[in-house]
Every structure is written in structure tokens, then in C-alpha cells.
């Protein structure tokens, strides 16, 4: 490798290594990596399935026969060289070396950990050997294979655990020099050495540690841990096939998952890389298109139920014993004796007269012995009982406390099972239940189909696997730029930046919502776009246009001055007298979203029609910001203040035609407008002369992946069962975003690119200046290099602009390309409020429009 190079560490799973097929795709995905420049280092582990046999015949040596067991081993290995086409003798001196070792075992009838570790050491270093004799053959260049033992050191404690090692892993200038002049390195998971020279074991699963510690140990770009499913779901998707695929998560999230069982994941695997802030790759070698989880240091807000995970085939010890408890030191004698005896402890409860525990399953193997002493001591002090066959179901989210009023009608499948131990993580990350395992898969199944399947609020999860291939092509032919790249390189060849607007998805996006019977009127909110291309389509298809000034009202009337008043709506806030007045004056209906004009000013209402405002009081949306309900939002009127109103409208003959609400933007529930419609038609029998109902917007777009559109059928639906019980109000809706947002990209050339320790910025020639959305409130917008639209993505990008604020920023960990100066960076979603926000701040003019 020549010191520009960076590695990319690649960790392939049992599966991953057990067929030509997939070290097929294993060398092609190094073939990749190559052709980008990248340093591979390949961590591996043994061939599906061959540490559980190797487990297996250490127990039948010390049994007894042990010969069938060891033959089948060497039949795999033969078998995988014949099918690979490689020497059918290239493992035949390690064969008699495991041969020995297990005659010892049986000669003696009994293991040391250490001779243990050993024997189990075999597998992946049988299999890496295949691995580098193979990746020799297809590439041309050297592909060294490395002792993970030279270089994986434990760490040392009283009781060393050669079961369940835990190592170093800072900076290895050794390690680095001795992979200098090389590219393709390949070295065993799961094994590493003591300072003595002894082989020990990371514990089952560990090949993924083993992988974290050597990415941070080179200071890899990143690190990819390739196995047999696409990446990290809300709960097992070999159990459950709702499950759904998490796109990213944050170290945190993810050591979550691995803590409480997530099996795709070592649990020691997240810290490594997390300390080395590298972003790490979940992604399947048998689907390697497929883009899978990442896990970086981003920043998820997830105030509901992520995923649900096991651990399975869990140890209980409950300890009894009258009022000891509370005795000082009582529980710290119990504890010493734990300690003693090497056996750590996961979860615990108390009570006044017990206290169970469950044994740590994923970072240690306790042996029969170890729990036998164990259990004679602690019987000194009180009455034990081992419960073994028990399994940890664990609800994992952040807040779980904040939204447990949410989530308790799915505690009731706990009426039919015995729940053996409660534990809720300080760190207020999960909530477990311990419960037998024969129930644990109809408890997973069940949890997950009331906390996440039917989940209304499911924004930011994915496909389940078998809908995941599908998802990721339709979801890329879905979008219409893709089909106009030519259109948009011309625009953009005598131009640095444009918003590029595509007239027929106006159309599509208002026949949508046109599509909603039970709506009577669709009204575009004119905030959100007001380029005349775009209005004079929205107006030729009929819909109405909402505005919230008179500088907008005056701007539609300009552009039609034959509309239909009716077509207009004016919805202000905090505006003066004058341009209620005015409006009020030219015809154009209006909401009051306040009482203090009609307190204060009623002379200018007299004998008008007008619609109220009402504050619905949830709050929705994507961020805090474009929530617009509730008492801390300025919008709206609070339905106990309705009342108030009664005498001024009587007395000044005014006519309340309708009622109005608006909770948010981004809204992704389909239930949400007609809970909006019961809400306003039961308010309004305070109001006799009400005729319309305005639902407000808020209807909120796939803007990642992940998410789930909204189905305007079943909005239908929920609306029509309201309309029949209210069936004398007319419905309408003011959709912003909905009509303008994916009509929109904005696209910008690449001024520089420059990297920063891990952090990749992609600069643009325009940035804030043209798009404030991200830097107002955080929003997301999904980036692609169009003119490397399908190169590889190499990098967790920071996009930004030219303009002097840290928070000129467009996007962070975007997914990337290798990118260059003069690339064009195409901005989703950008139609609404994009260009209608931009300043001239720094004097650099914002993108200008241009309709397709
Ligand atoms: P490897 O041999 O590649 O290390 P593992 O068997 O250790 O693979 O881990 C992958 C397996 O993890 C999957 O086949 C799946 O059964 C299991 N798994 C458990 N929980 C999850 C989850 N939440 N998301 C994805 N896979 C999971
Ligand atoms: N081969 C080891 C095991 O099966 C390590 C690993 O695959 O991660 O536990
Ligand atoms: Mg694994």
C-alpha cells in the first residue's frame, strides 16, 4: 500500500466463507475496492457451523467416540477445496495437528480453557488459509495472510478468561509496517494471544470484535461487517418477517442491540470503532448490492420502540432469603462470591426476600463446574435456584420510561406467560422481560407486531428483507430526475446552481390528493413555491391556493386575475389591521387564528363570512420548529376561548362559515387529518352557520428510503367514516410540501473537496444561501453525486456550501462517491420552501428556477 492509500476493513461472517459462490462475491467486492485504490484487510472467520462441531468434539473426546465427529470436520474443509478447485492437501498438516490435540484431549478424559481455545482456534485458521490460497489465485497481486495472534493481545486479569478475551487495540505501528507493502491482507477472527504466547477466544460470535480492533488498530476508513442478512432489522429476520431494516444508526443504538442480543453484532464490537470514530457497514455477501446499516456517531432521535431482540438459552440464579437484604453488606457478600468465582452478572432484581439474577451470556462461558461452586457457596447464605432454558426479551428504544404509557397495551401477552425477572437500563435504553424459552419466539413475534408492525409512526424504518431488493429498485425508478439527467447537465452547463423544477410531478403530486374523495377542496399553499410555472399548473389543475400574506394574495391575483375569490384563502398570523382589512375588502375569505382581532377591531369584520382557527393541541411533525400547535406554538386559537367569541360575532353580524386547524408539517400518519376532521366537527355545533371544515396540511413525503409513503386510500378511508357521521360539512385541505417539495432538486457543482481526519466535505457553490431548510430545522434531504450516480459510496460526507456559518451545511453522513471538483451534487426535495427561504446573505445570489 503507499501511504496515500486507506484500508478498508472487511469482516465476512461463517456463511459468508462457506461457498464459491459467495467468495465469489467476496472477490469482487475487494475487486471494488482495488479499482478505487483502497487497502483491503480481510478478517474472517471459520466455515458456517464448524465452531459449533468443534465445541461438539471436544465434548465427545472426553466422552468417549470422537472419530466420526472429527471426520465430518475434514469432509466440510474437503469438500469447500474441491468445490473451490484448490489443493485437496493444503490443510492436511493442520488436520493431524487437531487430530493430536484432541487425542490428548481424550487420553486425559478432560479440557483447560487453554487447551480449549486451541482446539476452537482451528476453524478460522483452516479457513483463512483457504481464503488466502483462493484470493491468491484471482488476483494478481500478493494477498498475505497474517497470525491475528502476532498481533491481537489480551488484556490481563487476575483470572485470565481464554473463553471470552477482551484486547488492545490502539494504533499498531508494528502491524502497520508489516502490512506496508501490501494491499489484500487476510487474518482469522475470533482468535489472540496472551503476553505468554497462549492462544485465547473473544467468546462465540467474536470474529466481528476481532474485526473492530484490527480497523482501529490500522485507523481504517471504515469498517464492514459482510454476513448473511442486509444489514441490522427491528428484530431477528430469520424469526420474524415483519421485521424491518434499521438504514442507520448511532454507536449507542447499535451497542444496544448487540448488548440485548442482536446476534448480527458482537456486542464488544461497537466500542472499538466508536472510540475511532470509524463508521461501520452492516451489509450481506450474498445481496453485496444491497446497502444495509450504518453505524456512525449521527444523531437519531427516536423516542419510540426500535427493535426487539433476545437473548436466548439464559441462565437465572434467584436467591432466597427472609429480610437479609437489607442488611448492610449482605448484598456485597453475595456479590464477592460471584466475583470468586469468575461469573458475571447481567440483569438483577430485588425484593424484600429475593434477588435473581441472570448470567452474562454473550461475554463469557460459564462451565458446569464454575456453576456448580458457585451455587454451593452462595447456598451457605441462602436458598438458590438455578433456572436454566430462559430467554431475555428485550424492547430496545430510547426513553422506553417516557413512552411506556404507549406501549402498555402490548404487556398484557404477559397474562398468558410467567415473567421471571423485570429489568428496566438505567441508561433508559430498554426494557426486558425474562420469560422460558419455549415462549420467547411467540413473545418476540407478538411484541413486534404491537410495537413496531403496526407502529403508525414508523417514519424511519425500512423494508423487511423480503421486500428490500424490490424496495431499492422501485424506490430508485420512482424518481423522476433520475430519467433527466441529460435535462439537468444541460441546464446546468452555463450555470453554477439551479432549482430545477419537473412540472408533470405537480400534476401527479394534485391528482394524488385530488384523489381523496371525502376532500371537497384542495388548496396548495403558496409559502412553499410561488414560481408562476409552478402555480399557473397547480392552477390549471383546479386546485385553490392558500396564502398567508397579501403580498401572495396579491401575487395569485396578478397571475390570474380572472381566479374565482373562492380559490383563494387567507390565513394570517399576527398580521396587522390593514391587510385584514384590505383582504377583507377585495372578497377573499379569511381565518382568524387569534380573538384579538375580532376583540379589538370587530368594525372591520362587520357582516363577514369568516373561518377560526383552532389550536388542536398536539403538536406534529418533523421538527419542533414546523410543529404549529399546542401552547407553546404561536398558531391558533384554544378551543376554551371559543366561546368568547360568541357575543362579538352576534353582535357584529358576523357569520362563522368555517373552522380551520393545522398541526405540523411532515406528517406521515394517515389517520391524522380525519382526527383533525372529528376534532373540528364536534367543535363546530358551537357555531350554527359552519359550512367548511379546513383540515390544514402537513402531509408529509418519503424523504428517506426508509420511510413509508402515505396511502391516499386509506386517508380516504378514515375521512369517509367522519363524513358519514358529519356528513353536512364540505372537507378541505392546504397542502404545501405534498404539491412542491419532490418537484424540486437543487443542483450545484463542487467547488473542493477536502478530508478531515474522518470527516469527508464535499463543498458546493451554493449552499445555505439557496436551501435554509437544513440549517433552520435540521431537515433531512437525501444527496447523490449525479454525474457518479452509481460509483460505489466511499465515504459519510459532510455536504456544504460557500457561505461563512458552521451551519452551512446541507447534509451530514450522507452516504458518498469518491467525488470531484465540477461533480454536479443533486439536493431531493427541494421544491418546497427552498428558493421561497433564500437569502443574498454573504451577497452570493441564491440558484435561480428553472421549470422542465
Ligand atoms: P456471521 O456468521 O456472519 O457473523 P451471525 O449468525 O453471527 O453471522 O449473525 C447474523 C445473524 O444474526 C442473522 O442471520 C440473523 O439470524 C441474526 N440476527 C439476530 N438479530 C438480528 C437483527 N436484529 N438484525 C439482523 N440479524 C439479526
Ligand atoms: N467462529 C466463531 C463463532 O462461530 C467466531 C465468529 O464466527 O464470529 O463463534
Ligand atoms: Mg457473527
Not at 77 to 97: F, G
Amino acid at each position: 500500500m503507499t501511504t496515500n492509500d486507506s484500508w478498508h476493513l472487511l469482516k465476512f461472517g461463517g456463511t459468508s466463507v462457506s461457498t464459491r459462490q459467495n467468495w465469489n462475491n467476496i472477490a469482487s467486492i475487494i475487486k471494488r475496492k482495488r479499482a478505487k485504490g483502497k487497502s483491503v484487510f480481510v478478517v474472517h472467520s471459520a466455515v458456517s457451523a464448524v465452531s459449533n462441531r468443534l465445541e461438539a468434539l471436544i465434548e465427545l473426546a472426553q466422552q468417549g467416540e470422537y472419530h466420526v465427529a472429527y471426520k465430518e470436520l475434514v469432509d466440510i474443509h474437503q469438500n469447500l477445496l474441491a468445490d473451490m478447485e484448490l489443493p485437496s492437501d493444503l490443510l492436511a498438516e493442520r488436520y493431524s495437528y487437531l487430530k493430536r490435540l484432541i487425542d490428548g484431549i481424550h487420553l486425559l478424559g478432560e479440557v483447560s480453557d487453554r487447551v480449549r481455545a486451541l482446539v476452537m482456534s482451528q476453524g478460522e485458521l483452516w479457513s483463512t488459509t483457504i481464503g488466502q490460497t483462493y484470493l491468491s489465485r484471482v488476483f494478481e497481486e500478493n494477498v498475505s495472510w497474517l497470525d491475528a495472534r502476532e498481533y491481537l493481545y489480551a488484556r490481563e486479569s487476575r483470572n485470565m478468561d481464554y473463553l471470552c478475551a477482551s484486547c488492545h487495540f490502539e494504533r499498531d505501528e508494528n502491524l502497520l509496517r508489516d502490512v506496508s507493502d501490501t494491499s489484500i491482507v487476510i487474518t482469522q477472527g475470533f482468535i489472540a494471544n496472551t503476553s505468554d504466547e497462549e492462544t485465547v477466544l473473544l467468546g462465540r460470535g467474536g470474529s466481528d470484535t476481532s474485526a473492530a480492533y484490527f480497523a482501529a488498530k490500522i485507523e481504517a476508513e471504515r469498517l464492514e461487517i459482510w454476513t448473511d442478512v442486509p444489514g441490522i432489522f427491528t428484530a431477528n429476520p430469520n424469526q420474524v418477517a415483519s421485521a424491518r431494516l434499521l438504514k442507520q444508526l448511532n454507536y449507542e443504538e447499535a451497542q444496544e442491540m448487540a448488548s440485548a442480543g442482536a446476534k448480527v453484532l458482537h456486542p464488544r464490537a461497537i466500542r472499538p470503532a466508536q472510540i475511532s470514530q470509524i463508521p461501520v457497514y452492516i451489509r450481506s455477501t450474498i445481496d453485496p448490492d444491497i446497502d444495509g446499516t450504518v453505524i456512525s456517531s449521527i444523531e437519531n432521535s427516536w423516542g419510540m420502540v426500535k427493535a426487539i431482540t433476545a437473548k436466548e438459552h439464559i441462565t437465572l440464579i434467584s436467591m432466597e432469603s427472609q429480610g437479609m437484604w437489607q442488611q448492610a453488606g449482605f448484598l456485597a457478600d453475595i456479590f464477592a462470591i460471584f466475583k470468586q468465582h469468575n461469573v458475571s452478572v447481567d440483569l438483577v432484581s430485588t425484593s424484600e426476600t429475593n434477588i435473581t439474577v441472570s448470567l452474562d451470556s454473550l461475554t463469557q462461558v460459564v462451565s458446569e463446574k464454575q456453576l456448580k461452586g458457585l451455587v454451593q457457596e452462595l447456598s451457605q447464605m441462602c436458598r438458590v435456584n438455578v433456572m436454566h432454558n430462559c430467554s431475555a426479551v428485550s424492547i430496545v428504544g430510547k426513553n422506553v420510561r417516557a413512552i411506556l404509557h404507549k406501549i402498555a397495551p402490548a404487556f398484557s401477552i404477559f397474562e398468558t406467560y410467567k415473567v421471571y425477572l423485570l429489568s428496566q437500563a438505567a441508561s433508559d435504553l430498554n426494557l426486558t422481560f425474562v420469560i422460558d424459552d419455549e415462549h420467547s419466539s411467540k413473545v418476540i413475534s407478538a411484541l413486534h407486531e404491537l410495537l413496531i408492525t403496526n407502529n403508525p409512526n414508523s417514519e424511519i424504518l425500512g423494508p423487511t428483507a423480503k421486500e428490500l431488493k424490490q424496495t431499492e429498485s422501485v424506490s430508485q425508478a420512482k424518481k423522476w430526475w433520475q430519467d433527466k439527467k441529460d435535462t439537468i447537465e444541460v441546464c446546468l452547463a452555463e450555470r453554477d446552481s439551479a432549482y430545477i423544477y419537473h412540472l408533470d410531478s405537480v400534476r401527479q403530486n394534485i391528482q394524488n390528493l385530488q384523489s381523496i374523495s371525502a376532500i371537497d377542496r384542495v388548496f396548495f399553499a403558496v409559502k412553499s413555491n410561488n414560481n408562476r410555472d409552478v402555480l399557473q399548473t397547480a392552477y390549471d389543475a383546479g386546485v385553490g391556493f392558500e396564502t398567508v400574506s397579501s403580498g401572495e394574495v396579491n401575487h395569485i391575483l396578478n397571475l390570474f386575475p380572472s381566479i374565482d375569490k373562492s380559490r383563494i384563502f387567507f390565513t394570517p398570523n399576527f398580521a396587522d389591521k390593514r391587510e385584514y382589512d384590505e383582504i377583507l375588502q377585495k372578497g377573499i375569505r379569511l381565518t382568524l387564528d387569534s380573538t384579538y382581532p375580532l376583540k379589538h377591531w370587530p368594525e372591520i369584520f362587520e357582516g363577514k363570512e369568516i373561518f377560526l382557527r383552532v389550536d388542536p393541541n398536539i403538536g406534529k411533525g418533523h421538527h419542533e420548529n414546523v410543529r404549529t400547535a399546542g401552547a407553546t406554538s404561536k398558531f391558533g386559537i384554544p378551543i376554551y376561548e371559543l366561546e368568547d367569541l360568541q357575543p362579538i360575532i352576534e353582535k357584529h353580524n358576523v357569520t362563522v362559515v368555517g373552522l380551520h386547524a393545522h398541526a405540523g408539517s411532515g406528517i406521515l400518519t394517515n389517520e391524522h387529518w380525519a382526527e383533525h376532521a372529528r376534532l373540528l366537527a364536534e367543535t363546530a355545533s358551537m357555531f350554527p352557520g359552519v359550512k367548511y371544515l379546513n383540515l390544514g396540511g402537513g402531509f408529509g413525503i418519503k424523504e428517506r428510503a426508509q420511510q413509508t409513503e402515505l396511502t391516499m386510500s386509506q386517508i380516504d378511508h378514515s375521512l369517509q367514516e367522519v363524513k358519514a357521521e358529519f356528513p353536512q360539512y364540505a372537507l378541505w385541505i392546504e397542502p404545501g410540501r405534498y404539491i412542491s417539495a419532490n418537484i424540486g432538486v437543487l443542483v450545484s457543482k463542487v467547488t473542493q473537496v477536502k478530508q478531515k481526519q474522518n470527516y469527508y466535505y464535499v463543498g458546493l457553490n451554493t449552499g445555505m444561501n439557496s436551501l435554509m431548510r437544513p440549517a433552520l430545522y435540521g431537515s433531512f434531504h437525501n444527496i447523490v453525486n449525479l454525474t457518479r450516480l452509481y460509483a460505489e459510496k466511499e465515504h459519510l460526507a459532510t455536504v456544504v456550501g460557500p457561505i461563512c456559518e458552521s451551519t452551512d451545511k446541507l447534509g451530514v453522513e450522507i452516504p458518498f462517491p469518491e467525488t470531484k471538483e465540477g461533480d454536479l451534487i443533486l439536493i431531493e426535495n427541494a421544491g418546497a420552501y427552498g428558493r421561497v427561504m433564500a437569502t443574498q446573505y454573504n451577497m452570493r445570489q441564491p440558484a435561480e428556477e428553472v421549470c422542465i
